[in-house]
């Protein structure tokens, strides 16, 4: 496995990471059993990089991740996140970044995962009713108290990110990133760069959908989010499986599997880049992390562009995009 720097701090990671949500929740029914197997499997092949939240769940998932790596920790990069605010039913309570909240976050997310410290913490989403310096304030007093190792952010615009950055060293920035969800290239990878901040894409499949495994929603549990998504329904969902089609057509000519290609296509933009790509299922870890081995000459990269062009992925991201890029 691949290693590479996540910031400027010395902290190093599998370039290809494990991002644990979906064990949980929002994509249908789970199997905790199984997801413990796929979490070890993952530390098996060298991938040390696991990435949780205490909202996932809601907060079952951490108390997962935590059983799974309890006799590995030193083997273990710990990620989690605070910020989306949930209550004990599930419900959703909004974004939260004030430091009393922020103090207790962390102590809750190391009470469930069982450890003392944790490697990268995330600030999930920006509370823009709190000012950034406050939070990340916080969050610092957390690494002077030996709680946490490195600081992160998630879904942070560039110019909060370097008012953080000017606060408190931070070590990386989380945003969805992959062949549909370009943004990030308009300014946010070239100022984390500048700042020698590392970038960790999450979603760096479309959810599944860039694996060409999702034909249609008939195929997704009731209960699953991707239902709620605008690049999953009508129109919009017709217009990205042609888009995605072609990149399995891509991906037949070279004889590696569509996720292999769109998972080496996102490494391949910079070494400063991390994907986190999540799964419940072994085959499905071990195909992605072939991806580490498929290069892609300039050739190559210009089929993929063509196939899927920036900009050109119909509907958004979330259904409301309010607490993203603050």
């Not at 000459?297 to 309010?322: C, H, N, Q, V, W």
Request: charged letters at 25%.
């Amino acid at each position: 496995m691949e290693e590479r720097q996540l910031g400027s701090l010395g902290l190093r990671v599998s370039a290809l990471g494990l991002g644990c949500m979906g064990m949980s929740e929002f994509y249908g029914p789970s199997d905790s059993a199984e997801a413990v197997k796929v979490i070890n499997r993952a530390l098996d092949l060298g991938v040390n990089f696991l990435d949780t939240a205490d909202m996932y769940g809601p907060f079952t998932n951490e108390v997962l991740v935590g059983k799974a790596i309890a006799k590995r920790r030193e083997a273990v990069v710990l990620a989690t996140k605070f910020g989306n605010a949930r209550g004990e039913n599930g419900e959703f309570l909004g974004v939260k970044g004030d430091p009393e909240y922020v103090r207790k976050s962390c102590d809750a997310s190391l009470r469930r995962l069982g450890v003392d410290v944790i490697d990268l913490y995330y600030q999930h989403r920006v509370d823009t009713k709190v000012p950034i310096e406050e939070t990340i304030g916080a969050m610092s007093e957390l690494v002077e108290a030996g709680k946490v190792r490195y600081l992160g952010m998630s879904e942070a615009a560039p110019a909060t990110i370097r008012r953080a950055h000017a606060t408190f060293p931070i070590t990386a920035l989380q945003t969805e990133y992959s062949l549909w969800s370009r943004d990030p290239e308009d300014e946010i990878l070239q100022t984390v760069k500048e700042l020698g901040i590392g970038f960790v894409a999450y979603s760096p499949l479309g959810r599944g959908f860039l694996t060409g495994a999702i034909r249609s929603l008939e195929g997704l549990d009731d209960r699953d989010a991707r239902r709620r998504y605008p690049r999953f329904q009508g129109e919009n969902f017709q217009k990205n499986l042609a888009m995605a089609d072609s990149l399995v057509e891509l991906a037949n000519k070279k004889a590696v599997a569509p996720a292999q290609l769109a998972l080496a296509w996102v490494l391949r933009q910079s070494d400063h880049i991390v994907a986190i790509p999540g799964t419940r299922k072994i085959s499905r870890l071990e195909e992605n992390i072939g991806a580490i081995s498929v290069t892609l000459d300039s050739e190559e990269l210009a089929l993929i562009e063509a196939a899927f062009p920036k900009g050109a992925t119909a509907g958004d991201r979330y259904a409301s995009m309010d607490t993203v890029n603050r």
